[in-house]
């Protein structure tokens, strides 16, 4: 019986299964490169040669705060300028851990916006990944003609060899929320300085009975950006800030840090940062907000979009600056900015240039702050007189152009998560009052040096 | 029939080659490609990659946060074996021993931990031990022990001891189940025989339960050892993210921290790497100090 079993058929069909099965497990690498070749000559098939741009356009997008109805806008426009072009949208959130090993095997989409957990604009940088626009920016310009480097609110990254990478679409501006309608019924003010900041914080405390400051300890980099950047921008400028970022050897450990961070301690130790925000992530600090358990929470200007299901009724949101500088300066803004960009890789890189040319014009800036209640990183787009944008950014907008009040800071580039996650450990640790200002600049400092050696 | 030589092998192989193939494509392949990336210098989110050769080990030995990781993984079993084992057993004991009534009912209480998704426990336990909403402190205030709430999951010191609770209550009904299995296996006879020796119950539970019961309790604590070291990583990530600073952070967490968020993918494959040795060596010791005859009357 058994003879008869394995002389058989079936035995050669069983040999031939596994063959089959090794075959598979073994040959990934050689289908890679017959892949590419082959859509290595689509590409030329889909190329410019003729002026006309044609072919897959494979676009990936993070959908977070912003929701996705603007990109859906957007790319229906652009369907319907360019009908050859067939657009495969790569959108979600969590876009960035799902193309993931797409960008391992070196097949990535083509254009790619870069926002939201997984994703690092340094990180695609430093690996390569993303297309040298150095030379083609240059030539791009709006509708009414004005080039679009001229346009920008923030200037698009630049890296060690001045070469630009990707392009800020979205201006994010990390600040400082507050509970207005609390403000207004209490009659508490907004704080410009922080001095004031701290008087306010003070009256909150003892009026309401309530830690006036809360933001999430599970996300430390809340903070870090929020609160820390502008107030090392206010402290020393453009220059300071780019130091920080960098791991500068003494930018840590300068007076001028210090200063800012002593700040911090003081808030602490007046009892005004809500002692349970260790455990809390985004999302729970964001409710704590909302819920008037706290007065005051740094969130970038998604805030009011990502918990528009959440925000009670009568709830009103403020924005300022984050006020840690000195009275009778300005307060300091330091830009967030979420880019779009193209991978080196691209199979198609006419329709993805021209799909980058397409999103950057005042129209769809304008667009971008109705849908989302935030800022297309575009100069002279009039807000102020179109009814769908929400009050608060209205507000925001006009005090982010008045120099007297507000004053933007750029920074380079984001901070490497290499040198952001040891440096958000400690500032957990200052903020609960484990460690004193000057322990915390010490930790800082040897994060940096350990930063700059894994160089 | 006799069956010659070759329609042996053949035979043989026809049974083993394809659990072997599965097992080489899921368990070898990643385990030596996890020890081949910890040679090199990869984000792990694209093409390019460098060989470093031993600077990931040398790294790991410079870490000063993979000996946090490793004392918390091992504060984590230490406390898990102990808790579950001790709890598991008493309830063991009672449910079979006690003749307690509804003791289907507590089976069924004790065991639902266990067919709930981990992540679940891990939420739920957040919200239990939230500072302003949480039962824990409203509990403790309502017994009038204000000063004794704290906001545990933020708190560097507590942060880490509040884990072992949601482990220990997630752990106990399939260890329960299992030891009650092992004492249902008892003969009633050797109770008879040392109750009319004269032993009273804490001796019976001591000189015939338990040792008759070792295999089972071997087991366990094998059990709990290796999912923990492999597997508090899900726990840690919910509730708290290795979070405050560095506090809570298992061997696992901070690989995934590693791998997936700093973009130190060879780093991470390191760290894996080092997992594996530390839980080959665990169970090989708790092997050795755990041998113990098979007892038999």
Known sequence: MVKKLFNGRLLFLLVAMLMLALVAACSSDDDKDKDGEAKGEETTDNGSSDGEISGDLEIQYFVGGYGDSWWKEVIGDFKEKYPDVNIIEHAGPNINEEMRSRWVSADPPDVVYIDGAGSSETQMVEDGQLMDLTEWIKGVKLEDGTPLMDSFIVEPAQYDDGKIYSLPLVFDTWGTWYDKALFEEKGYEAPKDFESFMSTMGEIKEGEDIAPFVTTGQYPYYFLRGVLYPAFAAAGGEELLANVIDGAEGAWSSDAVLEVMKKVEEMQKAGYIDEGFGALNHTQSQMNFLLHDNAFIPVGFWLPNEMAKDTPEDFKYGFIPSPMNNAGEPGAIVPDLRPLAIAKEAENPEAAKAFVEFVFTKEYASLFSEHTGAIMNLTGVDLSTNENVPEYLIDANAMINDPEQVQIYNKPHPMSADLETPISNSLVSLMLGNISAEEFVKEAEKAAEQYRNSK | ????????????????????????????????????????????????????????????????????????????????????????????????????????????????????????????????????????????????????????????????????????????????????????????????????????????????????????????????????????????????????????????????????????????????????ILSLITVLILQFFMRRDKVEY
């Open chain 2, 1 to 276: 029939m006799v069956q010659s030589k070759k329609q042996k092998y053949l035979f043989l192989a026809f049974c083993l080659l394809p659990t072997f193939i599965m097992f080489a494509i899921f368990t070898l392949y990643p385990l030596f490609s996890g020890l081949y990336y910890s040679f090199f210098d990869w984000s792990g989110s694209a093409e390019n990659k460098e060989f470093i050769g031993i600077d990931n080990y040398i790294h790991l030995f410079n870490d000063a946060i993979i000996a946090d990781t490793i004392i918390h993984d091992y504060f984590l079993v230490v406390t898990k074996v102990i808790g579950i084992m001790i709890l598991a057993m008493f309830f063991a004991v009672a449910l079979t021993q006690l003749k307690i009534k509804e003791a289907p009912f507590y089976r069924i209480i004790f065991f639902f931990p266990n067919i709930m998704s981990v992540v679940v426990i891990g939420i739920l336990w957040t919200f239990i031990y939230n500072p302003s909403m949480g039962f824990i402190n409203s509990g403790l205030e309502f017994l009038g022990l204000e000063s004794w709430a704290k906001p545990w999951l933020g708190d560097e010191k507590w942060a880490l001891p509040s884990l072992v609770l949601p482990s220990i209550w997630a752990g106990i009904g399939l260890f329960m189940l299992m030891l009650m299995g092992g004492i249902a296996n008892v003969s009633k006879s050797y109770y008879e025989a040392a109750e009319i020796d004269g032993a009273n119950e804490w001796q019976q539970f001591w000189k015939v339960t338990l040792p008759l019961v070792w295999p089972q309790i071997k087991i366990s604590v094998l059990y709990i050892v290796i999912t923990t070291l492999n597997g508090s990583f899900i726990i840690v990530q919910i509730m708290t993210g290795g979070g405050p600073n560095n506090s809570t952070h298992v061997m696992g967490s901070y690989l995934y921290q590693q791998a997936f968020k700093q973009y130190n993918f060879g780093y991470g494959a390191t760290i894996g790497v080092m997992i594996l």
